[in-house]
């Protein structure tokens, strides 16, 4: 383990952001870990995952510990079902791809989620109808100050629509080192119904599907819509897609009666976020190097050179455009990091 002074983090955000780190090290044991967060002289340290789900405004006036500890083990199975210990540093796609081509079943709808394991459970990360908490049994956790190793049931993570018990009370205190999972291996309970993994098979002529056929279909809708962060610098879905409750909803869509939703529950809809930003006239524009991707207003982009204070920028005027438009607040899914 190696601590190296003045890093530059653009190739550790799927952003493209050209901040700096004061000081960056790469840990791949839990051992290491532990040895790092115990350093008096970096006083500040940061935690870095994929680099997924976050927008750097300023360099990084810390020790920026970067989580690559890998491996994944079966914890115990029988002949319907399989308990898998999963790391925090794998990468989640090619974890979703290994249990798909093994056919366990359960998160193949959130095939090419960009970041890592680690990072799943902070945002109960979901797509397509399912999200990680539908499959999820347990995290450890390493307490930053104590660090000792917590174990985190469904219950004590306080799962929300991408939200967790990690994104609020225990915010900063934990650094999730591994995950565990509970899938199916026969008998897969399949959700084809949410958006167009239907049609996208139905193209395909499949009736009877696999999970690989369920994979594939999202990889092909994702990638239709979503730009490669290897060739245009984005996280993925930049904002929430906005609950709202019955009485907002109605003053909504009876003033857009053609609006697509969500019923959650007699109280509760899910108005698509991108719809609300294309309709006031974002999707594919682009102010200098930073802008909002052509096939997905949900997205936003770097071009290149964009700073992370142009996207922040950019965010907050969509933000102000939507409300003063529909009266409906969105929420930025990424993390700020300033």
């Known amino acids: 383990m190696e601590i190296t002074p003045n890093i530059s983090l653009q190739k550790y955000n799927t952003?493209?952001?050209?901040?700096?780190?004061?000081f960056f090290c790469e840990v791949t044991t839990i051992a290491q870990l532990k040895q790092v967060l115990s350093l008096d002289q970096y006083p500040r340290k940061f935690i870095l995952s994929g680099g997924s789900n976050m927008l750097l405004i300023d360099d990084i006036d810390a020790l920026v510990i970067r989580i690559n500890i890998k491996g994944k083990e079966i914890?115990?199975?029988?002949?319907?079902?399989?308990?898998l210990q999963v790391m925090a540093g794998e990468n989640w796609h090619n974890f979703v791809l290994w249990c798909v081509n093994n056919d366990y079943g359960g998160i193949e709808n959130m095939s090419l989620i960009p970041g890592n394991v680690g990072t799943a459970p902070i945002q109960n990360i979901g797509a397509y109808g399912v999200e990680l908490k539908d499959s999820f049994v347990s995290c450890n956790a390493l307490h930053k100050k104590t660090k000792e190793i917590h174990t985190f049931n469904k219950e004590e993570c306080k799962f929300g629509?991408?939200?967790?018990?990690?994104?609020?009370?225990?915010?900063?205190?934990y650094i999730i080192t591994s995950v565990i999972l509970k899938l199916s291996k026969k008998d897969h309970n399949l959700h084809i119904s949410y958006g167009a993994i239907a049609s996208e098979l139905a193209s395909y002529?499949?009736?009877?599907?696999?999970?690989?056929?369920?994979?594939?279909?999202?990889?092909?809708i994702r990638k239709s819509k979503l730009p490669d962060p290897a060739e245009l610098g984005n996280s993925g879905s930049f904002f929430k897609n906005p609950v709202v409750n019955k009485l907002i909803f109605d003053k909504f869509i009876k003033n857009n009666p053609?609006?697509?939703?969500?019923?959650?529950?007699?109280?509760?809809?899910?108005?698509?976020?991108?719809?609300?930003?294309e309709q006031c006239g974002y999707k594919g524009k682009r102010y200098g190097d930073a802008g909002v991707h052509k096939n997905q207003a949900l997205v936003l982009v770097n071009y290149g050179?964009?700073?992370?204070?142009?996207?922040?920028?950019?965010?907050?005027?969509?933000?102000?455009?939507?409300?003063?438009t529909f009266g409906i607040e969105i929420q930025a899914e990424v993390n700020i990091i300033k």
Not at 15 to 22: N, S
Not at 162 to 172: A, I, L, M, T
Request: glycine content about 4%.
């Open 15 to 22: 952003f493209g952001i050209k901040a700096k780190a004061k």
């Open 75 to 83: 914890v115990k199975e029988d002949n319907n079902t399989i308990w």
């Open 161 to 173: 629509y991408r939200d967790s018990f990690f994104k609020n009370e225990g915010k900063d205190e």
């Open 205 to 220: 002529k499949i009736s009877k599907p696999t999970i690989k056929d369920i994979s594939n279909a999202v990889i092909s």
């Open 258 to 277: 053609e609006a697509p939703f969500y019923k959650l529950t007699e109280t509760e809809y899910k108005i698509p976020a991108g719809w609300l930003i």
């Open 305 to 324: 050179n964009a700073t992370g204070q142009e996207i922040l920028h950019l965010s907050q005027q969509i933000q102000t455009s939507v409300f003063d």
